[in-house]
């Protein structure tokens, strides 16, 4: 990122949730244009409203996507199409009869057209994704396509400047909308993860290895294989692999549904390591194969039976001392109580995330906290639907833009030729 990019002095906006392009935003004036000539203002105009509208964009691409003609929309009240079939508009003299004064339709505000003057950026891919709030700026989406976080109707979309054409459906990886949208970690938690990362990059000592090869196991769940040394790194993470499946495929009763969803992570780690084997090491998922493995194994095969004394309604909690105290709490109690546990577990703390969990919405986001109307968005799957594309209509351009209609008519009026 080139220095000055939110200047303070220059004021110029960008497609950014950062404060000082916030404070910006609150400061921004009209162009003055009394003591220039036309062609400085609409210079002028053009440079302010390009360093908002894909600025990411060479100016001789953006001229080749530039059209003069601009969609709009009319709407028709449809209580009168209903009622008349206009024969009424050759009554009278043949210039319609004039209705009584409380009888008159409203009219329609201005359409506001020259708003709609960067429409064709919308179509691009990381505009998109900024707009459907995956990214916290359009650099930030642009980093996220060219890294391969982006899908396109289910395949793999590279190329931040792809035209979405309306049905398309992009989705974004949840950890990068989860990493972009929420706050970042202070000086604690960056250090808790720092010591994560440590101890999964040491390698187990002998004496580790002892102890993980106690018999522990129980027969329906075979423990991990050791992995020999003299063999390549890309085929120690393949026989890993290939242990993972064989735990899932397994039946067993100790196998639950947590564990399940452990494996399935940790085999989704392994092919992320097998394309950037830089990562994490053979040794450290092997590790954490032998966690989960052990976690197996010390989970109960069947619940014990409940006390007479305890309710159905009070949670399964971790020690004996909180599962007695549960057992004393009226019924307001323990709503509240499981409504807690619900968010612990849907929002944990992780501190191996690369943003501050339980996880939080960044500062200064409720500013730019809006969706336009020709996108949907599911927020919960990371996943939104370019319906169509933009339009203006009475009173309303659906392109989002900081500048008034005089700036944005002068910035069209520039990209005519005709000075």
């Given at each position: 990122m080139r220095k000055r990019f939110h200047g303070l002095k220059r004021i110029k906006i960008r497609q950014s949730w950062n404060k000082y392009n916030l404070?910006?935003?609150?400061?921004?004036?009209?162009?003055?244009?009394?003591?220039?000539?036309?062609?400085?203002?609409?210079w002028t105009a053009k440079a302010l409203t390009r360093a908002y509208h894909g600025e990411t964009v060479r100016e001789k691409q953006w001229t080749r996507m530039f059209r003069r003609t601009i969609r709009s929309v009319v709407p028709m009240d449809y209580t009168m199409l209903a009622e008349k079939d206009g024969s009424e508009q050759a009554e009278g003299r043949g210039s319609g009869l004039e209705p009584p004064p409380d009888q008159k339709p409203k009219?329609?505000?201005?359409?506001?057209?020259?708003?709609?003057?960067?429409?064709?950026?919308?179509?691009?891919?990381?505009?998109?994704?900024?707009?459907?709030?995956?990214?916290?700026?359009t650099r930030q989406a642009r980093q996220f396509v060219v890294h391969g976080y982006v899908r396109v109707n289910?395949?793999?979309?590279?190329?931040?400047?792809?035209?979405?054409?309306?049905?398309?459906?992009?989705?974004?990886?949840?950890?990068r909308v989860l990493y972009a949208t929420g706050a970042p970690k202070d000086k604690f938690e960056r250090r808790a993860g720092r010591k994560i990362r440590a101890k999964y990059s040491k390698k187990p000592s002998t004496s580790e290895g002892s102890d993980d090869a106690g018999p522990q196991t129980p027969k329906s769940?075979?423990?991990?294989?050791?992995?020999?040394?003299?063999?390549?790194?890309?085929?120690?993470?393949?026989?890993?692999?290939?242990?993972?499946?064989?735990?899932?495929?397994?039946?067993?009763?100790?196998?639950?549904?947590?564990?399940?969803?452990?494996?399935?992570?940790?085999?989704?780690?392994?092919k992320r390591t097998l394309g950037r084997p830089k990562t994490l090491t053979a040794t450290s998922l092997d590790g954490q194969?032998?966690?989960?493995?052990?976690?197996?194994?010390?989970?109960?095969?069947?619940?014990?039976?409940?006390?007479?004394?305890?309710?159905?309604?009070?949670?399964?909690?971790?020690?004996?001392?909180?599962?007695?105290?549960?057992?004393?709490?009226?019924?307001?109690?323990?709503?509240?109580?499981?409504?807690?546990?619900k968010d612990a577990r849907e929002n944990p703390v992780d501190p191996s995330k690369p943003y501050a969990t339980p996880w939080r919405p960044r500062e200064w986001m409720s500013a730019f906290a809006f969706v336009p109307r020709y996108l949907e968005v599911h927020q919960r799957i990371c996943?939104?639907?370019?319906?169509?594309?933009?339009?203006?209509?009475?009173?309303?351009?659906?392109?989002?833009?900081?500048?008034?209609?005089?700036?944005?008519?002068?910035?069209?009026?520039?990209?005519?030729?005709?000075?």
């Open positions: 404070f910006n935003l609150s400061r921004v004036e009209a162009p003055k244009v009394s003591e220039r000539t036309f062609f400085q203002q609409k009219p329609y505000p201005r359409t506001p057209y020259l708003n709609m003057t960067y429409a064709p950026t919308e179509r691009r891919l990381d505009t998109a994704i900024f707009r459907a709030l995956f990214a916290s700026s289910g395949k793999k979309m590279i190329y931040p400047g792809y035209q979405l054409n309306p049905g398309d459906m992009f989705q974004v990886e949840p950890d769940v075979p423990p991990p294989e050791p992995i020999p040394t003299n063999i390549s790194p890309k085929e120690n993470l393949q026989s890993l692999l290939s242990q993972a499946k064989e735990l899932l495929t397994t039946p067993s009763t100790s196998l639950t549904a947590k564990r399940k969803q452990d494996l399935r992570a940790f085999q989704r780690t392994v194969l032998a966690e989960i493995v052990a976690r197996m194994t010390t989970a109960p095969k069947t619940r014990p039976a409940s006390s007479p004394s305890s309710t159905p309604e009070v949670p399964e909690l971790s020690t004996p001392e909180l599962q007695a105290e549960a057992v004393t709490l009226d019924s307001n109690q323990l709503r509240t109580l499981r409504d807690a546990l996943s939104a639907v370019y319906l169509r594309h933009p339009v203006a209509r009475p009173g309303l351009a659906e392109v989002p833009t900081p500048y008034g209609l005089e700036t944005n008519s002068l910035a069209h009026n520039w990209y005519l030729r005709r000075r």
